[in-house]
């Protein structure tokens, strides 16, 4: 039906539809599920989002290393004081992306949008929307639908690995496909909701992927944070009309190919980056021992 940016606008232009009905309607047409199927599986994974999102809030996460965990009853708690710097959603929109990302660290249930690595993006950008423009759930729902689309298609054109193309193709897809969503589920169009994801892909790209001893905790946690708060804001441009000189699909062209030049060491192999500190190969070191 669709496999790029520009034949999936052509669709919603055809048949004045949003991103999400034509990625429903793929859906059914793939799997042989009616509507009410398709809608009720995506109810599903809503449900796991809302868990992850919200576990860490009240109560600490410690992984299972010990290295990460308890951040995002740090952020939430800070939220409550009513003094942050960049205000109220976007500390909410942050603690609940930590959750997610604690929850994964310490083996629970999380919903992998589109990777693990960068879970907890999609969940956080979402509910930030519910709570901002009290959605109903079937709304939330549509929004993952739109996410998905603009997954299926990086996915196609390019990658959503961080072995392959670094972080920039986890928690750069993961923002990429919250600003789509929130720009549809805020009355935007179809064309805004692509650049609301071509935006949040070009703030990051060359984005590396160097976790402390290969594991999904640090800096992966911290990058979830900052990944929701490039989706609010690639979103917000988008709706304020900005646009982009570059169509969506070659922004994702050009993310593949940054990726594929980035060396290995800073694609998911823990020999560079921040992964490759003296600190980093210390607590590489006692994890190790832990695990013999």
Do not use: W
């Not at 030049?261 to 070191?285: D, H, M, Q, V």
């Amino acid at each position: 039906m669709f496999n790029t940016g520009s034949e999936l606008l052509k669709l919603c232009e055809e048949k004045n539809a949003k991103i999400y009905d034509m990625v429903i309607l793929k859906e059914m047409e793939a799997t042989g599920l009616s509507k009410e199927e398709v809608l009720d599986k995506m109810k599903g994974t809503l449900e796991v989002m809302q868990a992850s999102a919200t576990a860490g809030l009240n109560k600490e996460l410690i992984s299972n290393t010990g290295i990460t965990g308890g951040n995002s009853k740090r952020v939430e708690d800070y939220r409550k004081k009513g003094n942050t710097f960049a205000g109220e959603i976007v500390n909410s929109a942050m603690a609940m992306a930590l959750s997610t990302s604690e929850v994964n660290a310490s083996m629970g249930r999380i919903c992998a949008a589109p990777t693990a690595g960068a879970s907890g993006i999609l969940p956080s950008t979402i509910l930030s929307a519910k709570d901002k423009l009290n959605l109903s759930d079937d709304m939330l729902i549509n929004g993952l639908y739109t996410a998905a689309g603009v997954g299926q298609i990086v996915a196609r054109i390019a990658t959503i690995s961080g072995a392959e193309g670094g972080c920039q193709a986890e928690c750069g897809v993961a923002a990429a496909m919250g600003a789509a969503a929130i720009v549809e589920m805020s009355g935007g169009s179809p064309q805004q909701a692509l650049n609301a994801a071509g935006f949040a892909l070009a703030n990051i790209l060359g984005l590396v992927c160097d976790p402390i001893g290969g594991l999904v905790e640090f800096p992966c946690n911290l990058r979830n944070a900052s990944g929701v708060v490039n989706g609010l804001i690639s979103a917000d441009m988008a709706l304020a009309g900005v646009q982009a000189p570059i169509p969506f699909d070659e922004i994702v062209e050009a993310m593949y190919k940054v990726g594929i030049a980035l060396p290995e060491t800073l694609r998911e192999t823990a020999l560079g980056g921040l992964a490759a500190t003296p600190t980093a190969r210390e607590l590489t070191k006692h994890i190790i021992e832990q695990n013999k």
